[in-house]
């Protein structure tokens, strides 16, 4: 879904509400830590996945960073 600058979708309008209530900067900052563990539980996730689907071990994760691509 494209969206022009001035246009904010229900997520967006939803966490602004959320985000108004705030009262002190430990609330912001426990709201910003919820929010960077919840995607970096997504990447972990999706890592997993992708590890498990391509049969991916130790041995494999070394090859690719001692590849001349990594490098």
Do not use: G
């Not at 009262?23 to 498990?52: G, T």
């Amino acid at each position: 879904m494209v969206q022009t600058a001035n246009t904010l979708n229900s997520v967006q309008l939803l966490l602004l509400q959320h985000f108004a209530r705030i009262q002190s900067e430990q609330e912001k900052d426990d709201i910003q830590n919820m929010l960077l563990n919840y995607y970096q539980k997504k990447v972990d996730n999706q890592a997993d996945r992708l590890w498990d689907e391509l049969n991916w071990n130790n041995k494999t994760v070394d090859e690719i960073l001692n590849s001349t691509f990594a490098s």
